[in-house]
């Protein structure tokens, strides 16, 4: 991304002089995202087990509610045998 950088007339802006700003100004987002509040770490966990504990139950009384598949082997069992060939 391209910046226009105003400068007074008679002085010159090096390239030096633009990458110290950038770091400057990277140093100064670094300290501000260090100055925000820590993470409640077991708070988290405690959500993702709930939601996770939530969507089981959930699988587990869809699973029961469903009635057995039919044996796929039984079926086969009760077709007719297939004719001899000649």
């Not at 939530?54 to 009760?78: C, I, V």
């Amino acid at each position: 991304m391209n910046h226009v950088q105003i400068v007074p007339e008679g002085e010159t802006v090096t390239q030096q002089a633009t990458l110290d700003a950038k770091l400057k100004k990277l140093g100064h987002h670094v300290r501000l995202g260090w100055e925000q509040q820590p993470i409640d770490t077991e708070k988290n966990l405690a959500t993702v087990r709930g939601a996770v504990r939530e969507q089981w139950q959930k699988e587990r009384e869809e699973k029961l509610a469903k009635p057995p598949a039919p044996n796929l082997d039984k079926t086969k069992e009760q077709e007719p045998p297939e004719p001899e060939r000649d």
